[in-house]
């Protein structure tokens, strides 16, 4: 039966290497993208179940299985399975690059705002609360209608039709920070982290706390 550190010495590995194929070699200690398509092709390499770990703005975490530009205007859909979506505005993507342990390297993809999708009646109370709100959910069918969560759980619309082929629930993420880590690294091994303490953190805090453990470690 395998063991969990053999485990986590492949996927460590993997990362490094997926993580070269985007910025070469020597790498930058520090790399930042902007544009949607570069966005994709930087994160697009570590995508897959097991390939990587998402710490999710409001705490939480999963892998990914893909990621694709969104026919939302200046948004990207992050890909789980088939059916799943979360889609994001990004406003930047870094990546952080630890030469001491190249396998705690990290990116930190930063979001813009996202207004509501309309998938929902809102009132001013609702408005207010949407404000303090990271994430909305919804189904999205193939010819753009949007429904409420319970058409989902009855795979249903309200009028009681069933939803049509390739319907797909969306978590639309309205604001924070989304984290891509390997598994096994410093990070994901601490359950705190996934309280999503990343989100109110910049790339070069998050990146200080990892380079001190690791040279703690070293010295031990």
């Not at 299985?65 to 059916?83: K, M, Q, Y």
């Not at 303090?132 to 249903?156: H, I, K, M, Q």
Request: hydrophobic share 35%; glycine share 10%.
């Amino acid at each position: 039966m395998p063991k969990p550190e053999d485990f986590h010495t492949r996927a460590r590995a993997d990362w490094v290497r997926s993580i070269s194929t985007v910025i070469g070699s020597p790498p930058a200690s520090s790399t930042t993208w902007q544009r949607r398509g570069d966005i994709v092709n930087a994160l697009s390499p570590i995508m897959g179940i097991n390939r990587n770990h998402a710490l999710l703005p409001g705490g939480g975490g999963l892998d990914v299985d893909g990621i694709a530009v969104s026919h939302e205007a200046g948004c990207l859909d992050l890909l789980l399975g088939r059916r799943t979506v979360y889609r994001v505005k990004p406003r930047n993507l870094f990546l952080e690059w630890i030469d001491s342990d190249p396998g705690e390297s990290f990116y930190l993809l930063e979001l813009d705002e996202l207004g509501l999708s309309g998938a929902y009646l809102e009132d001013e109370e609702d408005e207010g609360r949407s404000r303090r709100r990271t994430t909305e959910e919804y189904v999205e069918t193939p010819d753009g209608e949007l429904y409420g969560r319970s058409a989902w759980d009855y795979n249903a619309t309200p009028d009681g039709e069933p939803l049509p082929d390739g319907s797909r629930l969306v978590n639309r993420f309205l604001r924070g920070k989304i984290m891509f880590l390997t598994k096994g690294s410093i990070w994901n091994s601490v359950p705190a982290t996934y309280g999503g303490q990343h989100s109110n953190m910049t790339a070069a805090q998050i990146r200080n706390i990892i380079e001190s453990v690791v040279a703690r470690r070293s010295a031990a």
